[in-house]
């Protein structure tokens, strides 16, 4: 049960990103209790550490991290 609800979610903010409508799930953390059927959101801060989207990361759009980088780089 519980794959089948947050694949469900994940699939939604899939959807929202494609076509660029609604509210993504962008620097939040959405938690899910099934024990209680609770859920919980955290506002999360980038890393300027991390190494896929801090400061020193090379991904500035979606077609770097599919590696389709431009040649005018
Ligand atoms: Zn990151």
Do not use: H, W
Request: net charge positive; proline share 5%.
């Amino acid at each position: 049960m519980l794959p089948g609800i947050v694949g469900s979610l994940q699939a939604n903010e899939a959807l929202k990103m494609i076509a660029g409508y609604g509210r993504p799930l962008l620097g939040r953390l959405l938690t899910f209790d099934a024990q209680s059927t609770r859920f919980a959101e955290v506002n999360v801060r980038r890393d300027p550490q991390c190494p896929t989207c801090g400061e020193s990361s090379e991904l500035r759009s979606r077609d770097d991290a599919e590696g389709r980088r431009s040649s005018a780089a």
